[in-house]
């Protein structure tokens, strides 16, 4: 078995020992499947262990390598995917018990991707049912059961990708796949410790995938360094005539640029801070860590400054949009006996109260979203990303019921999960744009709500490490880019990541 | 579907055919009949109109969608500008090309 100083290597790292024929797929395979049967039960991260197709795949890699047919940066990589990508004769759950038993006949594309790129599936990871679409109020809300954080396994790794936001930090794969519809990716990788990227929209393909909101839904990677999550989507990024809303628009990862001697890497460079209301609803640890991260940033040479999002309600349009689609997509299953079969009752109860969303409302939520995405890119003309704490709490624990009243700060808690953000504080008097509200103004705290405007106008984030907790939990940073600019998000949390450790640290017993 | 002409529509609806305080058949089987539909398509088994929830569960239904009502209160209240289209775009398909036809 290799050395766990080899398995916790970034992608990047393992690729050029691969190139150089230092480390075998082989070995590096069998090495990650040992320790995905070992702790993969410890931290709920698995749902099916591919081992017989991943020591395929690694055989046939390594016969390539050897004949002088190196791939690329992933060949020979093996990596873990949410279990809602389909993959041809190997279950694909949804993470839900009424779906136990579903096999596919065919590769997501992504995974085709994968595969066309020589990396090798090792596991399908736990998630939380139907990736949360009706609603959850707990972290067992999984076939699978609760998925923990690797630093601290008496709290949640986070959802609804929660087995790559488990699995990742705790190398049990050298990188995973999430999906993202309303926090799916940011939320895993701030409770877990990880480097995640949701995409732009469109940016990759979600054929093969379930779909719980066609326009809202997202793929992407989540690693152990911000570099590494735009070697993998150059993998998986492109048109693909099976998803029609997939881009035309080349993806291209390009390295870090050369700082010149005497320039920080981020001189000149704007950023529009998103500071939320930690006293009234955040966690002071959380703040502290937010604003070392801001002082890091500050100290690369980027120029900061305070704003808030335009006046709308972001939080009902996402959930509007995301569950009539949900409910039209699942409308035969939650009409059926079947439904009762899920673990969380909040899920059902979601799920069918759904149906009954008015026609109206998905249309306005529809309408409003023109407006968010041309407001949001008039705002990208004075910043080149926002940055924003990726939640305002630390990882709730295990056992921690999330409709439960929320503490205040003071007393210190929980956050609410991945399916609706509670990223929300007090903000100052509106600087209204367009649709201003006619009688009831919008709830101030929505001026904070990145993770719903930013999946709203389908742009890019990427969530990395910047703090840990008095309790060793991870706290998180998410930079939001504009549309089709994932390399810039990257590339800020690239260089924030040259300039902290966080994203360095292996959490103990794993 | 068959239509109908603007006559018998006008006819129809003097009739009260749209008032729906009496439950009344569909238009088109009013004036005319369709032809039954293919066995295979009849003998589809439909979804059960009634959702299998337990009363309590649909209690928590009800109380879900009051909830939901006062979230969207924020989104109701606006109002949208009579030119302002939804974000989605209905594209037409043209049809698949096809290799001219010999002879």
Same mark, same amino acid.
């Given at each position: 078995m290799l050395s766990d100083d080899i398995l916790y290597m970034s992608v990047r790292e393992l690729g050029s020992q691969i190139q150089a024929r230092k480390i075998r797929p082989v070995q590096l395979t069998e090495s990650y499947l040992a320790r995905l049967e070992k702790f993969g039960p410890k931290l709920g991260a698995v749902a099916t262990i591919t081992s017989k197709l991943a020591l395929q795949q690694a055989k046939q890699a390594e016969k390539e390598i050897d004949a002088g047919n190196y791939r690329g940066p992933l060949h020979g990589i093996p990596f873990g995917a949410k279990d809602l990508l389909a993959t041809k004769g190997i279950k694909t759950t949804w993470g839900a018990p009424p779906f136990r038993d579903q096999v596919f006949e065919y590769d997501a594309t992504l995974i085709r991707k994968l595969t066309d790129a020589g990396a090798i599936l090792v596991a399908k990871l736990a998630m939380i049912e139907l990736a949360g679409g009706g609603g959850y109020s707990n972290a067992s809300a999984s076939l699978q059961g609760p998925s923990r954080c690797p630093f601290n396994i008496d709290h949640w790794a986070g959802g609804s990708s929660s087995g790559p936001g488990a699995a990742v930090p705790s190398a049990l794969v050298a990188f995973a796949i999430g999906s993202e519809t309303l926090g799916s990716i940011i939320t895993p990788s701030a409770f877990s410790g990880v480097s995640g990227l949701r995409p732009t929209y469109g940016r990759v393909s979600r054929h093969g995938a379930m779909a719980l909101s066609w326009t809202m839904d997202k793929l992407g990677p989540m690693c152990r360094t911000a570099s590494d999550c735009g070697l993998v989507l150059a993998a998986i990024a492109g048109f693909d005539?099976?998803?029609?809303?997939?881009?035309?628009t080349p993806y291209i990862s390009r390295p870090a640029r050369r700082v010149a001697p005497g320039r920080a890497a981020l001189e000149g460079k704007r950023i529009g801070v998103i500071r939320p209301d930690f006293k009234a609803e955040g966690d002071p640890e959380v703040e502290m860590a937010f604003n070392v991260a801001l002082e890091t940033l500050r100290g690369l040479g980027a120029k900061l400054e305070e704003m808030e999002l335009p006046d709308y309600p972001y939080t009902a349009i996402a959930v509007t949009l995301y569950s009539s689609e949900a409910a039209s997509i699942f409308r035969p299953f939650i009409q059926s006996e079947k439904l009762q079969q899920l673990v969380d009752e909040s899920q059902k109860i979601g799920l069918v109260a759904a149906l009954s969303v008015p026609a109206t409302d998905y249309l306005d939520s529809f309408r409003l979203r023109s407006q968010i995405q041309t407001d949001l890119a008039k705002m990208f003309e004075r910043f080149e990303v926002l940055v924003a704490p990726s939640r305002l709490r630390p990882a709730p624990r295990i056992d921690v019921d999330f409709n439960a009243p929320q503490k205040s700060a003071v007393e210190k808690s929980s956050d609410k999960p991945g399916g609706k953000p509670s990223d929300k504080s007090a903000d100052k008097p509106a600087d209204k744009?367009?649709?201003?509200?006619?009688?009831t103004p919008t709830d101030?705290?929505?001026?904070?709500?990145i993770i719903a405007a930013s999946n709203i106008a389908g742009l890019p984030a990427i969530s990395v490490p910047c703090g840990f907790t008095k309790e060793n939990l991870p706290v998180g940073i998410q930079f939001v880019a504009p549309a089709l600019a994932d390399d810039t998000c990257i590339g800020f949390a690239h260089n924030f990541q040259n300039a902290s450790e966080w994203h360095k640290r292996r959490p103990s017993g794993f | 579907m068959k239509g109908i002409t603007r006559r018998e529509f006008h006819r129809l609806a003097a009739a009260g055919a749209f008032a729906g305080a009496a439950p009344t058949a569909p238009l088109a089987q009013t004036s005319l009949p369709l032809t039954p539909a293919p066995q295979t398509q009849t003998a589809t088994p439909k979804p059960p109109?009634? +959702?299998?929830?337990t009363a309590d569960q649909e209690k928590k239904v009800q109380e879900a969608i009051a909830e939901r009502e006062k979230d969207i209160a924020a989104l109701r209240s606006r109002t949208l500008?009579?030119? +302002?289209?939804?974000?989605?775009v209905f594209r037409v398909r043209a049809a698949a090309h096809r290799p001219p036809v010999k002879g």
């Open positions: 005539p099976l998803d029609e809303t997939s881009v035309r744009t367009t649709a201003k509200p006619t009688t101030t705290s929505e001026r904070h709500s | 109109t009634k +959702l299998l929830l500008p009579y030119d +302002l289209e939804p974000a989605f």
